[in-house]
T-cell receptor
Framework: DTEVTQTPKHLVMGMTNKKSLKCEQH?????MYWYKQKAKKPPELMFV???????INESVPSRFSPECPNSSLLNLHLHALQPEDSALYLC?????????????FGPGTRLLVL | AQSVTQPDIHITVSEGASLELRCNYS??????LFWYVQSPGQGLQLLLK??????LVQGIKGFEAEFKRSQSSFNLRKPSVHWSDAAEYFC?????????????FGTGTQLKVEL
């Protein structure tokens, strides 16, 4: 089973709202990732969690706040977003030890900021 | 830094025709290479990967790719395209950094299939 689930599928929020995106995997993977993908563009890495600790932050604005409560869950908390933050947000997971590993992606959350 | 180039932004093929999508990488050592497919509004699905060994890699849905070190290429092929193959295809190279695994994607190739 290589399934990564994400909720919600779609989200519309105002610039003053606070919302959260959720990602879950039960493959025993110890690395989890958040990507942002704008239309007609490749995914861009935002954050990497390794063993539930934030290991990579690609200079993402503080209005995006990741959280990894346990090895199966990854959240992305959103606050005071801008319309240009509208995008598809993808979660991925992978094994961690022993070199480069395959990342498995969820279906994404389509976010619209009004 | 690693980079991936997909020279073709759009490709149109007829159903039943063969397909080749190009991917060139820039990396000093042996690269870890991936092909992913993305249907509209969906996540990325892994088609195949190359880490080492046999340079001809078989994947899902009848796809294969060949790693050619001399040409720094990892082109994706399919002998007979089906209408359901219409999607965006991304080539990517993986690297292990101090913080973990990172994937660098190419800009993608949009495949259109004519019936």
């Amino acid at each position: 089973d290589t399934e990564v689930t994400q909720t919600p599928k779609h989200l519309v929020m105002g610039m003053t709202n606070k919302k959260s995106l959720k990602c879950e995997q039960h493959m025993g993977h110890r690395a989890m990732y958040w990507y942002k993908q704008k239309a007609k563009k490749p995914p861009e890495l935002m954050f990497v969690y390794s063993y539930e600790k934030l290991s990579i932050n690609e200079s993402v604005p503080s209005r995006f706040s990741p959280e990894c409560p346990n090895s199966s869950l990854l959240n992305l908390h959103l606050h005071a977003l801008q319309p240009e933050d509208s995008a598809l947000y993808l979660c991925a997971s992978s094994q961690l030890a022993g070199g480069v590993k395959t990342q498995y992606f969820g279906p994404g959350t389509r976010l619209l900021v009004l | 830094a690693q980079s991936v180039t997909q020279p073709d932004i759009h490709i149109t093929v007829s159903e039943g025709a063969s397909l080749e999508l190009r991917c060139n990488y820039s990396y000093g050592a042996t690269p870890y290479l991936f092909w992913y497919v993305q249907s509209p509004g969906q996540g990325l699905q892994l088609l195949l990967k190359y880490f080492s060994g046999d340079t001809l890699v078989q994947g899902i849905k009848g796809f294969e790719a060949e790693f050619k070190r001399s040409q720094s290429s990892f082109n994706l092929r399919k002998p007979s395209v089906h209408w359901s193959d219409a999607a965006e295809y991304f080539c990517a190279v993986g690297e292990l950094t101090g913080g973990g695994n990172k994937l660098t994607f190419g800009t993608g190739t949009q495949l259109k299939v004519e019936l």
